[in-house]
């Protein structure tokens, strides 16, 4: 492509078409890329071409013209301007910075003013999440769903109830917890736990394939071997006549 001349005030397109250049940027000592671009785009374009190689942003991008000794030849400052009327060439580099503001907070420092509201203060307010389901009667608000969860929560501890009765120390069990396999054991305990509301019963399977030894966070319901322990929802226990199983049976002869 030949050189232009032009009227005094426009601006012209000089050299190849393309220009090779090393783009590098001040938040890495490191990043150095060689690209061709067109001497036809406008700085703006090259910006928002050099914002997805380098991360930095578009808007508060400043491109400075490098010659190969470092030295500094121009500014890339006008975005309406085209590329190739600067005095780029082959070999040079273009340093890229982000020169927006940058704020840096620290908001575990004692000097940051923080907002703090009491519960009382919080509940006192008519803007909040909690005042709308108040005044809307939705969750917790609902006396009707309160209601019902009460006398589903009654339902669930009489259930339970009914079925520890049936339930004693030492009968042998069948344990069927849903997704897992079907184990075996002897109860060794049946009432209420510190880590789960409920009913529970503490058994000792006949392998250990169990997550405890009797104790949970360092409270002991009942003694067995590491590993052989374990607590169930008095829901998935069935007592009976369930001996152990010997792994060396066979269903067929």
Same mark, same amino acid.
């Given at each position: ?9 426009? !601006? ?8 090779? !250049?090393? !783009? ?11 690209? /061709? ?5 406008? $700085? ?64 575990? /420092? /004692? ?63 069948? !344990?069927? $917890? ?8 002897? $109860? ?61 049976? $066979?269903?067929?002869?």
């Amino acid at each position: 492509m030949e050189p232009m001349d032009v009227a005094e005030g426009s !601006v012209s397109v000089i050299n190849a078409d393309f220009v090779k !250049v090393f !783009v590098s940027v001040s938040t890495s000592s490191t990043y150095s890329a060689e690209k /061709s671009f067109a001497r036809g785009i406008t $700085v703006a374009d090259l910006k928002c071409k050099l914002e997805l190689m380098t991360g930095a942003s578009a808007g508060s991008m400043q491109l400075t013209v490098l010659d190969k000794a470092g030295n500094r030849v121009c500014l890339l400052d006008d975005n309406n301007r085209l590329l190739g009327s600067y005095p780029v060439d082959n070999g040079m580099v273009i340093f890229v910075a982000d020169v927006a503001p940058k704020f840096d907070f620290d908001l575990n /420092s /004692s000097e940051v003013q923080k907002f703090e509201l009491s519960a009382e203060k919080y509940a006192e307010r008519g803007d909040t999440v909690r005042a709308h389901l108040a005044r809307n009667k939705i969750g917790k608000f609902d006396p009707a769903r309160e209601e019902q969860l009460r006398q589903e929560r009654e339902a669930l501890a009489l259930l339970e109830a009914e079925l520890a009765s049936k339930i004693g120390v030492g009968n042998r069990c069948q !344990v069927a $917890v849903p997704e897992q396999p079907t184990r075996r054991g002897q $109860v060794m305990f049946v009432g209420t736990v510190h880590f789960k509301p409920g009913v529970w019963v503490g058994v000792k399977l006949d392998e250990p394939c169990g997550k405890n030894d009797g104790s949970v966070e360092g409270q002991r319901y009942f003694t067995c071997p590491p590993k052989y322990g374990s607590f169930v929802k008095v829901s998935y226990v069935t007592v009976g006549n369930f001996p152990e199983i010997d792994p060396f049976e $066979v269903d067929e002869i």
